[in-house]
């Protein structure tokens, strides 16, 4: 059964960084546009980061521009969100997700989720001091 399994997320002061990873099971995600989503407290689910499976183009929210990047390793089968100078608005649960049909402009925009293939259980991230 194909799977989505986030790690790397935890407790970490503001300005420091994390690396979260999406490691596929069942499932090869360099056929899958992939996204990063999170969802804080009392908040909307929001797209994150996206990246394309053709090109690896990609798609930022203003939010995260410059400071999050998202990027693939195809031989691990593993998608990365490499997040730095974290706030304590970034504090959320982040997911990954992984469609085969959306581009990724798409992917990031559409708030649809349940038309998305595949969904992971999420990794909390806490910004605090």
């Known amino acids: 059964q194909a799977q989505l399994v986030e790690s790397g997320g935890g407790l970490v002061q503001p300005g420091g960084s994390l690396r979260l990873s999406c490691a596929g099971s069942?499932?090869?995600?360099?056929?899958?546009?992939i996204g990063w989503f999170r969802q804080a407290p009392g908040k909307e689910r929001e797209a994150v980061s996206c990246?394309?499976?053709?090109?690896?183009?990609?798609v930022y929210a203003d939010s995260v521009k410059g400071r999050f990047t998202i990027s693939r390793d195809n031989a691990k089968n593993t998608v990365y969100l490499q997040m730095n100078s974290l706030k304590p608005e970034d504090t959320a649960v982040y997911y990954c997700?992984?469609?085969?049909?959306?581009?990724?402009?798409?992917?990031?925009?559409?708030?649809?989720?349940?038309?998305?293939?595949?969904w992971g259980e999420g990794t909390l991230v806490t910004v605090s001091s």
């Open positions: 997700a992984a469609d085969y049909s959306f581009i990724v402009q798409a992917m990031c925009a559409h708030t649809d989720y349940s038309l998305t293939d595949y």
């Open positions: 069942g499932i090869t995600l360099d056929y899958y546009t």
């Open positions: 990246i394309s499976s053709s090109d690896d183009s990609t």
